[in-house]
């Protein structure tokens, strides 16, 4: 089971800004360890959209923010468009007995 | 162009075995760790193994210790998963990802395109 925890689902209007939480605890995300995001839309592969908590790769729109706080991180998206329908997924290291690379339980975002 | 192609998914007995492949080209694959990560239909994603540049050192999920096994070959530009004693929780898309970053601060990019392996009698 996953050990980082997000929402199942937030939704927005088009152009909306839309954040999804990461919460995690002191063997991840707590003990320092940076935060990625993934993008999958439907029936396709997961995509980097952030990593290092906050860098974005070439080609990710800016409307894409990421930021880390203690043990949660979050994904912002301002100006939400019809293409950014997807779930996402965070993802981070855990240094507990039976850990490794873990992921989020994903959100899925609604553009209404 | 960076590029993953897994390969060897299909339908398998339960307790039964399949060997998955991922080629990959347009990086220099005998520098960069691999990973397995899979996704059970209608669910979220888990990592599943990991291994380094030069095969020495391994990881696995605790639900694939001693069933799965992870293996490379950098002359084939390769990565495998062996994968033994089959269950029907195993049922899932199982995805390559390439690992990036550095120290324990890693992520994955790029990841194939995935391969459907069904486990069910």
């Known amino acids: 089971q996953s050990v980082l925890t997000q929402p199942p689902s937030v939704s927005g209007a088009p152009g909306q800004r839309v954040t999804i939480s990461c919460t995690g605890s002191?063997?991840?995300?707590?003990?320092?360890?940076?935060v990625h995001w993934y993008q999958q839309l439907p029936g396709t592969a997961p995509k980097l959209l952030i990593y290092g908590n906050s860098n974005r790769p070439s080609g990710v729109p800016d409307r894409f923010s990421g930021s880390k706080s203690g043990t949660s991180a979050s994904l912002a998206i301002t100006g939400l468009q019809a293409e950014d329908e997807a779930d996402y997924y965070c993802q981070s290291y855990d240094s507990s007995l039976s850990g490794y690379y873990v992921f989020g339980t994903g959100t899925k975002v609604t553009v209404l | 162009e960076v590029q993953l192609v897994e390969s060897g998914g299909g339908l398998v007995k339960p307790g039964g075995s399949l060997r998955l492949s991922c080629a990959a080209s347009g990086f220099t694959f005998s520098s960069y760790s691999m990973n397995w990560v899979r996704q059970a239909p209608g669910k979220g994603l888990e990592w599943v193994s990991s291994?380094?540049?030069?095969?020495?050192?391994?990881y696995y999920a605790d639900s694939v210790k001693g069933r799965f096994t992870i293996s490379r070959d950098n002359a084939k530009n390769s990565l495998y998963l062996q994968m033994n004693s089959l269950r029907a929780e195993d049922t899932a898309v199982y995805y390559c990802?390439?690992?990036?970053?550095?120290?324990?601060?890693?992520?994955?990019?790029?990841w194939g395109q995935g391969t459907l392996v069904t486990v069910s009698s």
């Open positions: 002191s063997s991840n995300i707590g003990a320092g360890y940076d």
């Open positions: 990802a390439r690992e990036d970053g550095s120290g324990w601060n890693n992520w994955f990019d790029p």
């Open positions: 291994i380094s540049s030069s095969s020495s050192y391994i």
